[in-house]
């Protein structure tokens, strides 16, 4: 008798255990990571020199862009990855555009010619230091490259971009929609996941907004995230040029649709002050929560 009444105390005293562990562990990857996007944020937003002294006053003008670029390109190399660059140019109404877009591909650990494709836009709006919009999505793929990059077993190729001239009718989203498509990869391609704005939460309930997922992606992320996470029809950003494309695509984003989101949106004031990081390294594991159940 003695034993039997031993035994639920017992259990009890394993999953507390289990759960202290659980906790610490997640307490152990929002603190490294908050640390991390605060220095991929300050640099991207001259807060902090990006490179031998030089501080990025925006990410609008090609010079500017080309420095984030060579930035990004160095960040992804460092991760041990093949990391490209792809140069474009557009005509649109007599004015030609150029840019680059930047990615690589964490290869299945498993040979198969799915992919998965999770990516932000590095530009910003003119004059403005793009902190909320991209500097955050861009920290977010790059914390989120870097854990899929250590995961022994991947059934899937996962591809992480960094888009340019996203405001300027999202030009770097279409030069890239027409790479992948140049390669015959649209139809093995399972997911497109594009992260934009994940610094603002000012009601501090962490939701999170998915712009127009199909079901499947939409219980997915629901069910990697402990608070609300809303659907929205939201058509805007890089995300709706890859949906219109045919692809199965998501928009990632804070309150946007439900008005919880940054009044500095395209400002001088979108700067590295007003990021809420606690914010952003939750929505981090969310995200990476999700994708990580997308190569198992």
Known sequence: MKLQRLIPHFLCLMLMTQLSVAQSSEAAFLSETISNQKRYVGKLTGHDP???KIELGSRSSESEREIASEYLFDFLKDEGLDVKKQKY????????YKGTNIYAVIDATDKTDEYLVIGAHYDSAKGSPGANNNATGVALVQVVA???NKIENRSRNIVI?????EQEGSIG???????????GEKAKVHSVHIIDQLG???DKDRAIELESPNVELEELYKSKSKLEVYRTPEERSAHKVFREAGYNTVG????YSSGDTSPYNNH??????TVDFNYLGYATSVVLKAMTDLIK
Request: charged residues 40%; without cysteine; glycine residues 4%.
């Open 173 to 183: 989203s279409h030069a890239f929609i027409q790479k992948i498509k140049d390669r």
């Open 50 to 52: 990006i490179n031998d």
């Open 146 to 148: 870097s854990k899929l």
């Open 200 to 202: 603002w939460d000012n």
């Open 89 to 96: 140019k557009e005509e649109r109404n007599g004015v030609e």
């Open 161 to 165: 971009v960094f888009l340019d001239q």
């Open 252 to 255: 990632i984003t804070e309150e």
């Open 268 to 273: 001088r004031g979108d700067s590295f002050e």
